[in-house]
């Protein structure tokens, strides 16, 4: 048995640090924490020192019991993981669960997976940090006690099953702030002037006038100006500048431009993120800090002397300037710089090149640039056009890279003619089009993060579970909307006259950004109405500056909530007992027909229409929104027009035909099938016609394209995109397959492929029984049996699994059947 035992977080950085390690070291893996708040209680004790009380999950149990044996064969115990807050405490918990002896238990951190890391770390063990743990703890202590005392709260004065968070709250309030400021946004119209020029060389250029003009005829009458004009370069100024780079990667910049270039979601990088730094190819991924080892700063010079010249290296340090940057004690950047690319699943290859670029760029030497600025002279008026451009004289760090911007406004500056003083130019055209002030974007994933970093919300590793929260408890949802067309007015002068045109533009794009639902926004009306400080920006940072305070042992953690919770629950007692609930009613207007009120609001099933009231004795009537209405901006017209659904059409083919909108948007009903109508349809808009269209589209889509081994093969588009359906097994068509001219070829392909794919999940199968354990995604195994499904722990051997604890596993996982009671029987109870 080996003297050593070192236990990681993670199967994979166990496997990789086992590589360093030699025979006298077994690695092992927690698979995370090993112990947690209990999950159907607050788990606190708030009456006296906040005491936590952790329990070891079920899923955990196996993983401890095989940890402590090991530990007790062992001469010394290494707890090897995150060098972040949650790696100590789960260190911490180990030392407890375990019951390690203090004189055979050492701490050791390190920010990359490599051999000399590994060696230094263990050549300079320490304690384990208890600021930091106690740090993790007030986290971890508050966030709970905010959740479940405000959670119920939400659930009798709301609705039943939402819930709060700390973080989370005020992630949604920040897009719900966005939101109104759309609404509320009036935009107004101003003419910009444009022009081309020709200079005497025959090169063409583009200038513009630094003035608007807020009406069209002021517009022409400055058009008419230059009718007749002569032009000339009245100056020239041209200034050497230089570019710098930017610092490598911290958490929120990885994540943000990932977003940028790659289109990730905030999830995507850090999970892809995760793998890179456990296969031993990035360090630490967690981290606010942009500095650089000196060790790496010479590597990185190495590479660039050897990839680009001695020219454009420069070693350079950065400082930080987010407040709290102490977690890790470097930047995200790649543990060997030689390694340019790797070639490992796709999402990986990227995101690693993009950390090796900024990191790399970050060492070269400033680009050099000539900037350019030219003013242009007309005749018959005193004001100029001016036209700006720039010439890179040295790329320096942009042979390698170029950071990305969230400033969808940004007009990048490109290349002038070479021009004279004096130089006498041709007017082209100028152009003055109508162009409107812009409401506020709402938020991006990425730049979401960049807002909550500003105000000094959350830490790196709480971004991205935040956005996946509110988004899973549908407080928030990606947008899906193009736009739609607004018209716009362009005058043009050419060749001394003046024409004008009407032009389309699209506005309004939601696609892809953060919207908050109608439930998310009346959930952030009532806290913020009743719990102003917890979704105060300045006391959510004031928070995290307090946790970095535990961090550094400056306060004491039980000090801080109790000072907190004082003022908190008495809050919460005072809302539950005298606050009104809150469904977001607006009232719209008077049926005409009836002379009864008509309202939307929030209501058991979702956001809806409401014609009569509780109080009246007619019963009222409701209606639901569609999925693109929302309560706070429905119109009357809109609102009464959802009572004229479901609208019946007529008959086809001896089958009744309708349409509705559904929960997932307006469809057309054909007997017992559905036809989603297309994007943008309008269901009231819908004509028999229409509808007949739509149903022989469908039918046609749906006819078989092929059939194989007797069985007919259909196609269709689906949520996650093209697919084949064969023997009710449905097949995702990639996109090395040309999707309109399928082959028979292609369709026997995909199904072989697909039939041996499930084939190779499975690892044991009880055909008597009906269970089958299969293989499911992240290394996991399933167990199944018809409609039951178990999920096990990475740590089970399911090689070791046997029918009957597959049986026992099911049969914890099925549903209980209630026992029958006679009606005599209830009424003797």
């Given amino acids: 048995m080996p003297k050593n035992l070192v236990i990681v977080e993670s199967p994979a950085k166990a496997k990789t640090i086992e590589k360093f390690l030699g025979k006298d070291y077994t690695v092992a893996s927690s698979f995370g924490h090993i112990a947690d708040l209990p999950s159907k209680e607050l788990g606190v004790n708030v009456d006296k020192d906040f005491k936590p009380k952790y329990l070891v999950s079920k899923d955990k149990r ?37 019951n390690l002896d203090k004189n055979k238990t050492k701490r050791i951190v390190f920010h990359e997976i490599t051999k000399s890391a590994i060696e230094k770390a263990i050549a300079n063990p320490r304690d384990i940090d208890y ?61 910009k002037i444009d022009a081309e020029f020709t200079n005497e060389a025959n090169q063409v250029f583009k200038a513009k006038l630094n003035s608007t003009f807020d009406t069209k005829d002021a517009a022409n009458k400055f058009l008419q100006q230059n009718a007749n004009a002569a032009f000339k370069v009245e100056s020239l100024d041209k200034k050497p500048a230089k570019k710098a780079p930017a610092p490598p990667f911290t958490t929120s910049t990885l994540q943000q431009e990932a977003a940028r270039k790659l289109g990730f979601s905030v999830s995507r990088t850090m999970v892809t ?123 320096g760090f942009l042979k390698v890279y170029f950071e990305g911007t969230d400033d969808e406004d940004l007009e990048q500056e490109g290349m002038l003619p070479a021009l004279k003083v004096n130089e006498n130019l041709a007017n082209n055209y100028i152009t003055a089009t109508q162009r409107y002030t812009r409401p506020p974007y709402r938020y991006t994933e990425a730049s979401l993060v960049k807002k909550l970093e ?76 009743h719990f102003e400080s917890i979704l105060d920006y300045n006391f959510t940072a004031k928070v995290e500056e307090d946790f970095d305070d535990i961090a550094e042992g400056k306060e004491d953690w039980t000090k801080m909530m109790r000072t907190f919770y004082d003022k908190f629950h008495p809050n919460v007692v005072d809302v539950e007992k005298n606050a009104e609930r809150e ?71 001896g089958e009744e035909v309708e349409v509705n909108n559904g929960r997932f ?5 054909y007997g017992k099938k559905f036809v989603s109508l297309p994007p943008g349809v309008d269901a009231l808009s819908v004509e028999m016609d229409d509808a007949i269209n739509l149903i022989k589209e469908k039918e046609e889509a749906d006819a078989p394209i092929y059939t194989y081994k007797g069985k007919p093969v259909t196609k269709g588009k689906g949520r996650f995109g093209p697919f084949i359906k064969w023997n009710n097994v449905f097949i995702n068509v990639s996109k090395k397959y040309n999707w309109d001219y399928l082959s028979f070829e292609d369709v026997q392909n995909l199904i072989e492929d697909k039939l ?74």
């Fill in 454 to 529: 500003e105000l000094g919300i959350g830490r790196p590793s709480t971004y991205a579970p935040t956005i996946s929260t509110i988004i899973n408890r549908n407080y928030v949802e990606k947008g899906n909307v193009d736009g739609e067309d607004r018209k716009y007015t362009q005058c043009i002068l050419t060749a001394g006259k003046v024409s004008e045109k009407v032009l389309t533009e699209k506005v309004g794009s939601d696609k892809g950004k953060l919207v908050p639902t109608d439930i998310g926004m009346i959930v952030t009306d009532f806290l913020v109405n």
């Fill in 273 to 395: 993120a995760q793998r890179l730094y456990e296969a031993g190819l990035i360090t630490y991924m967690r981290t606010d800090s942009v500095n650089l080892s000196d060790e790496a700063r010479k590597a990185a010079a190495t590479e660039i002397d050897k990839s680009y010249g001695a020219k454009y290296s420069k070693t350079r340090n950065f400082q930080s300037k987010t407040k709290g940057a102490q977690e890790a004690h470097e930047a995200i950047r790649p543990t060997n710089f030689a390694q340019h690319s790797i070639n490992l699943e796709r999402d990986q290859s990227k995101l690693y090149e993009l950390i090796w670029k900024r990191a790399i760029a970050s060492q070269m030497a400033e680009a050099e640039l000539e900037r350019t600025n030219v003013k242009i002279k007309a005749s018959t008026h005193n004001d100029f056009f001016t036209a700006n451009g720039e010439v890179i004289t040295f790329d």
């Fill in 583 to 653: 469904s977001g009613e607006r009232i719209l207007g008077t049926d005409p027909k009836t002379g009864r009120q008509v309202s939307v609001r929030l209501g058991k099933f979702g956001p809806m229409v409401q014609i009569g009231t509780a109080e009246e004795d007619e019963k009222p009537l409701f209606a639901s929104l569609s999925p693109d209405q929302q309560l706070n901006s429905i119109t009357f017209e809109e609102a009464m027009d959802l009572f004229k659904l479901p609208k019946q059409l007529g008959n086809y083919k």
């Fill in 131 to 191: 600021h930091l743990v106690d740090a993790q703890q007030a986290r971890r202590v508050l966030d709970r006690i905010v959740g479940y005392e405000l959670s119920p709260v939400l659930w009798r004065k709301v609705k039943g099953g939402l819930s709060a968070g700390r973080v989370q709250s005020v992630a949604v309030r920040l897009i719900v702030e966005r939101e109104r400021e759309i609404q509320e946004f009036t935009p107004t119209a101003t003419f």
């Fill in 756 to 829: 041996q794919k499930e084939k190779d999940k499975i690892v044991q199968h009880w055909e008597a029984e009906g269970i089958t354990i299969e293989k499911a995604r992240w290394g996991r195994h399933n167990v199944i049996k018809g409609k039951t499904k178990v999920e096990l722990d990475k740590s089970v051997d399911v090689s070791k699994l046997t029918l009957e604890k597959a049986k026992a596993l099911i049969e914890s996982k099925a549903p209980k059947k209630k026992a029958a009671t006679s009606k005599s029987t209830a009424k003797k109870k």
């Fill in 665 to 669: 948007g307006p469809y057309v009903r």
């Fill in 62 to 98: 196996d993983v401890v019991k095989k940890l402590k044996e090991l530990a007790a064969k062992a001469d010394m115990v290494w707890l090897a993981s995150d060098e972040d807050r949650e790696g100590e405490a789960i260190a911490w918990h180990l030392a407890e669960n375990l």
